[in-house]
């Protein structure tokens, strides 16, 4: 009988365990949203302001709807699943990575604080693309920017962690002359894409490490 007893017992302190254990079992969820904003900005020896906004208005809008065609979102998911994101960003092992194809509308990006999933995951971070911008002037010459932010949660809404940075390198080859090797251009900015991601994460790395412990 006390056999019987002790078997039940286990039994049901197995039962009781299981939500729990099944939950640290549970991989942890990386969600990627990418950039819904493409940015162009010339600026000539009048060094910004009205007048040269004016001037490269025309520069401005072609070298927008390029960036448009080398960076869509499918693009930008490809590129950063491309890399070893593990070790870039120090996910944990096993986790999981989720591409939303959809850009999340830029004015929400810092007013949202909660999950912008609906996943219930209790290991859950995020990683969303705010913004791509090609920028040129006169005197520092011609780069693509981005900027990405990392927000991880806990098994609530909350956010446990939040890091927001640009990455930025120089280009050679974009925007591409009359006569130059156009596609050699636009997947120089899809290189370039993944080497500001790298510096973001260099960065993004460093200061995960200067977190304090939850309480």
């Not at 640290?24 to 910004?48: F, K, N, Q, Y």
């Not at 007013?111 to 006169?138: G, H």
Request: glycine letters at 6%; hydrophobic letters at 45%; charged letters at 25%.
């Amino acid at each position: 009988m006390k056999t019987k007893i002790a078997l039940i017992a286990a039994g049901l302190s197995a039962t009781l365990a299981s939500p729990a254990a099944a939950q640290d079992a549970a991989p942890c969820e990386l969600h990627i949203w990418p950039a819904e904003r493409m940015t162009s900005v010339t600026t000539g020896l009048l060094g910004g302001g009205l007048l040269d906004a004016a001037l490269h208005s025309g520069t401005d809008a072609n070298n927008k709807a390029s960036l448009a065609t080398a960076l869509d979102s499918p693009s930008q998911l490809d590129a950063l699943k491309s890399l070893d994101l593990a070790t870039l960003i120090a996910l944990k092992p096993g986790t999981v990575v989720v591409t939303h194809d959809t850009a999340l509308e830029r004015k929400t990006m810092n007013k949202v604080k909660t999950r912008r999933s609906d996943s219930t995951a209790a290991c859950y971070s995020e990683l969303i693309v705010a913004d791509v911008l090609y920028q040129k002037a006169a005197i520092y010459g011609r780069s693509l920017k981005t900027l990405f932010m990392i927000r991880d949660f806990g098994a609530d809404q909350k956010i446990d962690f939040e890091y927001k940075a640009w990455g930025g390198n120089g280009l050679k080859l974009f925007p591409p002359k009359e006569g130059e090797d156009a596609i050699a251009a636009l997947d120089e900015l899809n290189g370039v894409f993944k080497l500001n991601f790298e510096e973001y994460a260099n960065n993004a790395r460093s200061a995960m490490s200067r977190r304090k412990p939850a309480k």
